[in-house]
Each structure stands twice: as C-alpha cells, then as structure tokens.
C-alpha cells in the first residue's frame, strides 16, 4: 500500500532522485556537531608513557634485566645487525645472558673487563673493584633507582661473583694487596706444569661377556708439564706428513688469554707455544675437576673431556 510522498514505480524513483529529490551526501548523526561522515577517527599514540607497563620499573633508555635484578642501560650493540629495532632471537637472547653469567668464565670476563688495572707496560693483569664503575649518572633519580636495586653493594657482589669463577678455575689469585691477579697464559703454565696427572689409567680385567669383573686405577706418573709436552712434541710416525698451513684463528678474546697463532713479518702465520701448552694444561686440569681424573693417556693423547 502505498504512502503519502512515496514513489508508486521504478521511473518515478529514477526521476526523483535526478531532480534532487534524494539527499545525495551522507547524513550526520543529528545529535554530534560537526561530525564529518567520512573522516576516520584520529589514530591513538601509543608511543608515549601511556604505552609503557605499570609493572616497569625502568626509567626511559634503561630497561629491566631478569638475570642481574636491575634496570641497565640499553645497549645499541645488542639491537639486531641491520640497525632495526626489532625483537631479538632466541639465539641472541641466550647468547646476551650467556654474557651475563658470572658462572661461567665467559660471563665472568665479560663482568672483569671493566676493573683492569692500568700496569704501565707490565704483563700483568690486575683488577680491583671500583664502585663508580656501572653507577648511573644522578639525574632524573637514577641515583635513587640504583640505590633501590642494591648499588654498589650489587656491583661489588657480580665483581665477587666473576673473581670466584676464576679462582675457582685456577686462573687467578687475590694478591696481598687487596688487588685481583688474572694470569696470562704463561704464568697459568707455570703454576700448573708440576701437577700430577692424577687417575688417568684404568685397566679391566676378568668378567664375562664383555663385563669386566674388576676395576683397577692406578696414578698415572706423569706430570702435566710432562703430558703437554708430548702433546707439543709428539715422536713422529712413519709416513706421516707436515700437515695443512696453520689457518686464522679467532681464539684469545677472553680476559687472561691470548690468541693460538702470531704472524711474522713476511705474514707467515705460527703457532703461539706458550699459548698452546697453556690451554693443553688448562684442558686436563679442568678434566680433573670435572672428571675426576685427566683424561689423558700416555703415548694417545686425551681420550675425552677436551
């Protein structure tokens, strides 16, 4: 049925519409003023404090490391390769708290590094701890903040924490000044190379179907200045060549070490014997503390652990 003003066919509505009977813009909500129809609504800024978590503690440029318990300021060379700032991966966020790690002597150096000593041209390496290094600028309450997260007692307890891992490992000692001396690769040697083997030779005997029936360790009579030598030195065997050219190693980067190879001045690359019979040593004290015994086996070699 049809309406007052309603059009009664499809040509009425056409002529309609072309004689401007029908609005032809769109209608605003009759109860908002100044509305346009047609203009999105202003995009929210998200980048600003609003966006930032209530339960972080960080101010801005710092953020919040779950390793060490504090806020640390962010470090550019952490962000990814290309300059972006985009999520780490799982192999850099692993490799970041490896870094971290006061456990490991990786870590450690890492914590070390920032207390060397200046010993004018000596080949020493001290360290002491400084409570000024790692302390944020007293600005904006940083001062405060750190107070919060422990300060210098925090500092002073990953300095403790990194100088143990290396005494631990036998790499270091505390000096009677109070200072911290890490060795370089030839004072290690030197106060390792007198050391026993320890039980490195097991024999089986007796048993039945490949079951020994007793254990017997006997100690090994040699020294670690002994082994490492055989190492260096091995007796030549028949038919055996010199070997490849010694290629570029990378090794050396931590603190306490030095690289494996030296270059003369042709640019023939050699190998560092000091360095090489300091880290031979370093292998099989580190297989006795981890092992319980070398490792090593006169006339082979290491047999594991390496």
Do not use: H, W
Not at 118 to 131: E, K, Y
Not at 152 to 164: C, G, I, S
Not at 220 to 229: R, W
């Amino acid at each position: 049925m049809a309406t007052p003003n309603m059009p009664s066919s499809a040509q009425d509505i056409i002529n309609n519409f072309l004689s401007g009977g029908y609005a032809s813009e769109a209608q605003a909500n009759p109860y908002r003023v100044d509305v346009d129809p047609f203009k999105l609504p202003d995009p929210v800024d998200s980048s600003g404090e609003d966006s930032k978590s209530p339960t972080d503690p960080c101010p801005e440029g710092y953020i919040y490391d779950p390793v060490i318990k504090s806020c640390v300021p962010i470090d550019e060379s952490e962000q990814s390769s290309d300059g972006n700032n985009e999520t780490p991966t799982a192999d850099e966020l692993r490799y970041n708290q490896m870094k971290r790690d006061n456990s490991t002597i990786f870590g450690a150096s890492n914590t070390l590094d920032d207390y060397l000593i200046d010993t004018r041209g000596s080949d020493d390496i001290l360290l002491r701890f400084d409570p000024s290094i790692g302390s944020p600028p007293p600005i904006f309450g940083l001062g405060l903040l750190d107070t919060l997260f422990g300060g210098d007692k925090r500092r002073e307890d990953k300095f403790n924490e990194a100088m143990q891992t290396y005494t631990d490992a036998g790499y270091a000692k505390k000096r009677n000044d109070g200072t911290f001396q890490v060795y370089n690769p030839q004072q290690y040697y030197n106060t390792v190379k007198d050391n026993l083997l320890g039980n490195s030779q097991v024999t089986l005997s007796g048993g039945y179907s490949g079951i020994p029936q007793s254990v017997s360790v006997t100690q090994s009579p040699l020294t670690v200045e002994q082994a490492v030598e055989s190492v260096m030195n091995p007796t030549p065997q028949s038919g055996t060549s010199e070997g490849s050219p010694i290629a570029e190693d990378l090794t050396g980067g931590l603190l306490g070490t030095s690289p494996l190879t030296t270059v003369d001045s042709q640019g023939n690359r050699k190998r560092n014997d000091a360095v090489y019979r300091s880290n031979v040593a370093k292998n099989i004290e580190r297989n006795k503390r981890n092992f319980g015994n070398s490792r090593f086996k006169e006339g082979f070699g290491f047999t594991g652990g390496r």
